[in-house]
């Protein structure tokens, strides 16, 4: 199983500011976070990020055809963007929504999302176990069953 993670604007600056709200582990960190939960859990792992909404949407039809899941937090995008909503349903990959903080519990404009219009679960305010969450999720739904061991 392959899955896409895809991260949206100022997420690269995790880590750096506000670690109140999002915790003090870099962007960097949750690469390799991804990276060595994904080989836990025997799924290959593919990660991008982007400040801009038009790449966001150019990576998610990228994804067609080559990516069995997609988790997404689209960061600031998740509250304006019909763009990446409609990306996400043109490609209609099975996609987890994801919130290292607990949107519900912050500003009102924060409890709107678009994408998650197109997402088959979301996950909000766990942080960066958040991510692992969302593929341990896609993995259980769309993975492929491993085969039954024949015994003799
Ligand atoms: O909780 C989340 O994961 C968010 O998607 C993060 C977005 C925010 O706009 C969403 O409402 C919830 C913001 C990401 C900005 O990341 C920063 C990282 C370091 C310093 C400042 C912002």
Known sequence: ????????????FLGIREPGIYGKNTFADLLQMLQAWGGELGVEVEQYQSN????????????????????INPAAYTHTSVAI?????????PAVEVHISDVDAREPFRQISYAGLAC????????????????????KHYGTPSPTPVEG
Request: hydrophobic share 45%.
């Open 1 to 12: 199983m392959k899955i896409l993670v895809i991260n949206g604007p100022n997420l690269n």
């Open 52 to 71: 801009h909404e038009g790449d966001l949407v150019d990576k998610i039809q990228w994804a067609y055809g080559k990516v069995d899941g997609i988790v």
């Open 85 to 93: 909503l409609d990306a996400l349903k043109a490609v209609s990959i």
């Open 120 to 139: 088959k679960h979301t996950i909000k305010g766990q942080g960066f176990d958040g991510y692992r969450q969302a593929m341990v999720w896609l993995k």
